[in-house]
T-cell receptor, first 112, second 114 residues
Framework: AQSVTQLGSHVSVSEGALVLLRCNYSSSVPPYLFWYVQYPNQGLQLLLKYTSAATLVKGINGFEAEFKKSETSFHLTKPSAHMSDAAEYFCAVSLRDDKIIFGKGTRLHILP | SQTIHQWPATLVQPVGSPLSLECTVEGTSNPNLYWYRQAAGRGLQLLFYSVGIGQISSEVPQNLSASRPQDRQFILSSKKLLLSDSGFYLC?????????????FGEGSWLTVV
């Protein structure tokens, strides 16, 4: 069965620094992969998704993620953190059915 | 455009009382529908998903149930709430039969069982 592991339940970066949120997946077939963001007391919004086209996926708000099959990873990055990026981020995986499985989430803190 | 509505937004219920959370989707037909629960430190847990009217798949055995009485309506229920049912409940939808398609979330419902 597919699964998703997000390394680090909390990550802190300084404003202007690189953001790196880690996600590893387990799947026996090529998966679809997603990153979602959740602001306090709100639902989740899609940041970006990988669907077997380009391995480097660009999303909203300057975020991007790279699919690395050899490492079974789909890490999320942003070159320069902004205070408004403080939120919880979820990595998710989907196979050929309609179920999407989410990781436990990583809360991103931005330090002034 | 498609929209998803979920209510109530917040709910405080005593242990042993019933629960009903409702979700409707507008602007699309025959969607996949989902109920997730988000508890502190546990991420998002898929509770139920539905690919059509009356078709419900349960992912986690518990005292909750789901129903889909209409194409775009999804209801989460319980006959007797437990303290452990507290959490943030999210309804979501996606396009049926399109693997890898985006899943769209409602704004969520906070349930506190006291």
């Amino acid at each position: 069965a597919q699964s998703v592991t997000q390394l680090g339940s909390h990550v802190s970066v300084s404003e202007g620094a690189l953001v790196l949120l880690r996600c590893n997946y387990s799947s026996s077939v090529p998966p679809y992969l997603f990153w979602y963001v959740q602001y306090p007391n709100q639902g989740l919004q899609l940041l970006l998704k990988y669907t077997s086209a380009a391995t480097l996926v660009k999303g909203i708000n300057g975020f991007e993620a790279e699919f690395k099959k050899s490492e079974t990873s789909f890490h999320l990055t942003k070159p320069s953190a902004h205070m408004s990026d403080a939120a919880e981020y979820f990595c998710a995986v989907s196979l050929r059915d309609d179920k999407i499985i989410f990781g436990k989430g990583t809360r991103l803190h931005i330090l002034p | 455009s498609q929209t998803i509505h979920q209510w109530p937004a917040t709910l405080v219920q005593p242990v042993g009382s019933p629960l009903s959370l409702e979700c409707t989707v507008e602007g699309t037909s025959n969607p996949n529908l989902y109920w997730y629960r988000q508890a502190a430190g546990r991420g998002l847990q898929l509770l139920f998903y539905s690919v059509g009217i009356g078709q419900i798949s349960s992912e986690v055995p518990q005292n909750l149930s789901a129903s889909r009485p209409q194409d775009r309506q999804f209801i989460l229920s319980s006959k007797k709430l437990l303290l452990s049912d507290s959490g943030f409940y999210l309804c979501a939808w996606s396009v049926l039969g399109l693997p890898g398609n985006t899943i769209y979330f409602g704004e969520g419902s906070w349930l506190t069982v006291v």
